[in-house]
């Protein structure tokens, strides 16, 4: 059974800065993807960055210079350091990878990320 699992998250103030980490088990399939996507309070999940097993990277516009997503040695961690952080940057932070060649499609729990103005 797949599993990712999130850690890192809190309340810091605004221009602060947070690690986010993400560790996916009981693989099968290779990892095709790995990204975090966030859900602000009363607001869809959106997508913040995503990182390809070839190591390419897409972030969204509202994040970039400040994000950076990143993979561990082992290939099967995924982090997301968040600097110059913004309240608007407050939201639900969700781990999410595509495995196989069906890209199928797999979340953590998510971890919250306050941001105090």
């Known amino acids: 059974q797949v599993q990712l699992v999130e850690s890192g998250g809190g309340l810091v103030q605004a221009g602060g800065s947070l690690r986010l980490s993400c560790s996916v088990s009981?693989?099968?399939?290779?990892?095709?993807?790995l990204g975090w996507y966030r859900q602000p309070p009363g607001k869809q999940r959106e997508l913040v960055a995503t990182?390809?097993?070839?190591?390419?990277?897409n972030y969204a516009d509202s994040v970039k210079g400040r994000f950076t997503i990143s993979r561990g040695n082992a290939k099967n961690t995924v982090y997301l350091q968040m600097d110059s952080l913004k309240p608007e940057d407050t939201a639900v932070y969700y781990c999410?990878?595509?495995?196989?060649?069906?890209?199928?499609?797999?979340w953590g729990q998510g971890t919250q990320v306050t941001v105090s103005s």
């Open positions: 009981g693989i099968i399939f290779s990892i095709n993807r």
């Open positions: 990182i390809t097993s070839g190591g390419s990277t």
């Open positions: 999410n990878t595509n495995l196989g060649p069906t890209w199928i499609n797999y």
